[in-house]
């Protein structure tokens, strides 16, 4: 038999391939070929078919598809680990940090920041990110992700209500500009970053607001991720306006749900706004906090489609969406009513950040999964760790012990973006310095630098 040749082989490794069939080999190779799989299977098929240019032995290692964080704000990186603990209630969070925050951000800082996001979310496995719309220098953002390598959709928040803190309020149509501006800078400028309408969502937003965000995505092709029913209060609020109409069924009859809809939390929803979800095609993203995933059962039986993201660093405090999936692990354990008979597996969780992820963008045709055809978006796990061993089951592994800190090698279109668990195109310990001096000048605009200095160890 004549071997066809092949740019890379890894081969001897644990092979989770996240397809329909959640095929896993546990002697399994991938051959790469062009920036795409030309094949995945056990080890001897793989090896009896290919002749490799170079090679990994993949002995002791753990191979997945890239992993898909669905919401992340990563403008916020500079203020990571500096919101108290005590700061729980939302509106004290928004009105006291992010908002002071943003008011005092430059294009500069948010350039740093972005490419620490995406520095922080390759080195923990994730080749696509979907930006949480938080950015106020959406050119900026997009250039200092695509420092990293890693594919990302990023957008720019809009929002027309007046209660917003001065410096930040706007009306409708200068929103709307807002949004159109930000997703045509995106649009086309690098190859891997992808605009995103964004609009806070419900409630900071007006019908019209609604509708012209969805008219933009719509016009790029690209998706539409609002804020939706985070919790009670901001659902009570709503149906003491709207008559007895939920949101659910608001934005239903808004002409705002399909297929290109992405909700974000979703967590407080009944039984008959669940069915008009479904029907729409519109996908969930859940994040990490609480009752993230008490309903998961139900939207699986459902057919929704789901992702799941870890949202800002100061609220999930990591960007490791396999972190955020073992809080939903713990969560599933807890004794409670689950709302559905829908027996929820790791092979679930697992999907909202490999397959399900992707298809909450769009992105599923070319990765999500390790396919043949598909583009070569994987990543190596170093298994020879406690966490680890022993390896009798690595898709339980993957989500109830193992976490992105056992992350070795990334690859993006084949190209090596990630090696021996560092970023391979970014100066990191420049990064880091450019990053504390950003965030001191920011702090110190904040006003919060006060705080800082008590912190300061002797």
Not at 133 to 162: K, Q, Y
Not at 273 to 286: D, F, L, P, Q, T
Request: hydrophobic fraction near 40%.
């Amino acid at each position: 038999m004549v071997r066809e040749p092949c740019d890379l082989l890894i081969h001897g490794a644990v092979i989770v391939t996240a397809n329909p069939q959640q095929h896993v080999f546990h002697d399994g190779a991938v051959a790469i070929t062009a920036g795409r799989i030309a094949a995945v299977g056990a080890t001897a098929d793989v090896e009896a078919h290919f002749d490799a240019v170079d090679q990994i032995d993949g002995r002791g290692k753990v191979v997945t598809p890239g992993l898909v964080n669905g919401h992340l704000h990563a403008s916020q990186h500079l203020l990571r680990g500096f919101v108290p603990v005590s700061v729980t209630d939302n509106s004290a969070y928004l009105f006291q940090w992010v908002f002071p925050y943003y008011r005092t951000l430059s294009a500069k800082d948010e350039s740093i920041a972005a490419t620490l996001a995406g520095c922080d979310l390759l080195r923990r496995g994730i080749t696509v990110m979907a930006d949480g719309g938080t950015v106020r220098h959406p050119a900026t953002v997009a250039d200092g992700l695509a420092m990293t390598g890693i594919r990302a959709h990023v957008g720019s928040w809009c929002w027309d209500h007046p209660d917003v803190p001065e410096g930040l309020a706007m009306g409708t149509k200068e929103a709307l500009s807002r949004a159109a501006d930000a997703m045509d800078e995106i649009a086309g400028r690098h190859p891997r970053v992808s605009p995103l309408a964004s609009t806070i969502g419900l409630g900071l937003s007006s019908d019209a607001l609604l509708q012209g965000v969805k008219a933009l995505a719509d016009r790029h092709g690209s998706f539409m991720d609002f804020h939706q029913s985070f919790d009670d209060e901001e659902v009570d609020e709503h149906n003491a306006a709207a008559r007895g109409v939920t949101p659910v069924e608001h934005l239903d009859r808004l002409g705002i749900l399909d297929d290109n809809a992405r909700l974000i939390h979703q967590l407080v929803t009944t039984d008959p706004e669940w069915e008009i979800i479904a029907r729409s095609g519109a996908s969930v993203v859940r994040c990490t906090g609480p009752r993230a995933a008490h309903d998961l059962a139900t939207l699986r039986e459902h057919g929704i489609t789901v992702g799941v993201g870890s949202d800002t660093v100061n609220v999930s405090n990591t960007s490791d969406v396999l972190r955020v999936l073992q809080g939903f692990a713990a969560e599933l354990r807890e004794p409670g009513p689950r709302g559905s008979s829908y027996e929820i597996t790791a092979d679930d969780l697992f999907d909202m950040c490999t397959l399900g992820g992707a298809r909450t963008l769009g992105v599923e045709s070319f990765t999500g999964s390790l396919e043949p055809g598909k583009s070569a978006d994987l990543v190596i796990f170093d298994a020879c760790r406690p966490e680890w061993t022993p390896l009798l089951d690595p898709v339980n592994q993957l989500v109830l012990s193992a976490d992105g800190g056992s992350v070795e090698t990334v690859l993006i279109d084949g190209e090596f973006v990630v090696e021996h668990g560092r970023v391979v195109g970014v100066d990191e310990v420049a990064l880091y310095e450019q990053a504390e001096e950003a965030a001191a000048g920011v702090l110190k605009r904040m006003g919060a630098q006060a705080r800082m200095a008590r912190r300061r160890l002797s």
